[in-house]
C-alpha cells in the first residue's frame, strides 16, 4: 500500500493477556517509529528503527513492551502481561530516513484492556 | 514534563477568517518544529514544518512562525475551511523525526 498501514485497528483484549500489534511501513522507509497517544494527550515516543535494530528504545514504559524489526520492513510491537493503563492508540510512523523530518503515520491500533 | 505545550483545548473560527493555534515549548535544543493535523479514527497527518533557523515558513492557506527568544510557535490558517476542522498537534524534535515531542493538540472548528 502507499501508506503505513497498522493491524488490527482496534484490539480489546483482557488484563493479564500477550498482544501484538503489527505495522507496516512505507516501501522503502528505513525509520520506523512507535508512539503511544493516551486519552486527551498528544501521541508519546516510544521507540525507533533505523533498519533492523532499535537505535532508540528510551520511550519503553517498562520490560512489559518489546518491539521487534528482523527484516527491516514490517514491525511488531509486543506487550506482556497487558493491564488496564496499556489502554491507549498506539500509533506507528514511518521516514524515509532518521534525518527526514517528515515522518509519516499509521491510522493506529487502539487497544482497549479491559 | 510536558516540553511542548498547547494550551487551548480547542478554537472556532468563522470561515474565511484566520485561525491561529498556538504552541510554547521548554527545551531550548528543539532544532525542528512540526504541526501534524488528526482526523477522528486517523494518524496525524503532517501539515508544515520549520528548522529553528528560520523564523517563518508558509505554503499556501498555511503559516508557521517560531519566536525562539519566547519559545513559542504558532500556526496560522488563512482563509480558514470547513476542512480544516480537526485537531492540531504542535510538535518539536532535537536532530531529526527519531524522537518527536507532542503537545496535547488543539481542536479547532471551522464553522461555515
Known amino acids: 500500500g502507499a501508506g503505513v498501514s497498522q493491524t488490527p485497528s482496534n484490539k480489546v483484549t483482557e488484563k493479564g493477556k500477550y498482544v501484538e500489534l503489527r505495522c507496516d511501513p512505507i516501501s522503502g522507509h528505513t525509520a520506523l517509529y512507535w508512539y503511544r497517544q493516551s486519552l486527551g494527550q498528544g501521541p508519546e515516543f516510544l521507540i525507533y528503527f533505523q533498519g533492523t535494530g532499535a537505535a532508540d528504545d528510551s520511550g519503553l514504559p517498562n520490560d512489559r513492551f518489546f518491539a521487534v524489526r528482523p527484516e527491516g520492513s514490517v514491525s511488531t510491537l509486543k506487550i506482556q502481561r497487558t493491564e488496564r493503563g496499556d489502554s491507549a492508540v498506539y500509533l506507528c510512523?514511518?521516514?524515509?530516513?532518521?534525518?527526514?523530518?517528515?515522518?509519516?503515520f499509521g491510522q493506529g491500533t487502539r487497544l482497549t484492556v479491559v | 514534563d510536558q516540553q511542548v505545550k498547547q494550551n487551548s483545548p480547542s478554537l472556532s473560527v468563522q470561515e474565511g477568517r484566520i485561525s491561529i493555534l498556538n504552541c510554547d515549548y521548554t527545551n531550548s535544543m528543539f532544532d525542528y518544529f512540526l504541526w501534524y493535523k488528526k482526523y477522528p479514527a486517523e494518524g496525524p497527518t503532517f501539515l508544515i514544518s520549520?528548522?529553528?533557523?528560520?523564523d517563518k515558513n508558509e505554503d499556501g492557506r498555511f503559516t508557521v512562525f517560531l519566536n525562539k527568544s519566547a519559545k513559542h510557535l504558532s500556526l496560522h490558517i488563512v482563509p480558514s475551511q470547513p476542512g480544516d476542522s480537526a485537531v492540531y498537534f504542535c510538535?518539536?524534535?532535537?536532530?531529526?523525526?527519531?524522537?518527536?515531542?507532542f503537545g496535547t493538540g488543539t481542536r479547532l472548528t471551522v464553522i461555515p
Open positions: 510538535a518539536a524534535s532535537i536532530g531529526g523525526a527519531n524522537n518527536l515531542f
Open positions: 510512523a514511518s521516514s524515509l530516513n532518521p534525518t527526514n523530518t517528515e515522518a509519516f
Open positions: 520549520i528548522s529553528s533557523i528560520k
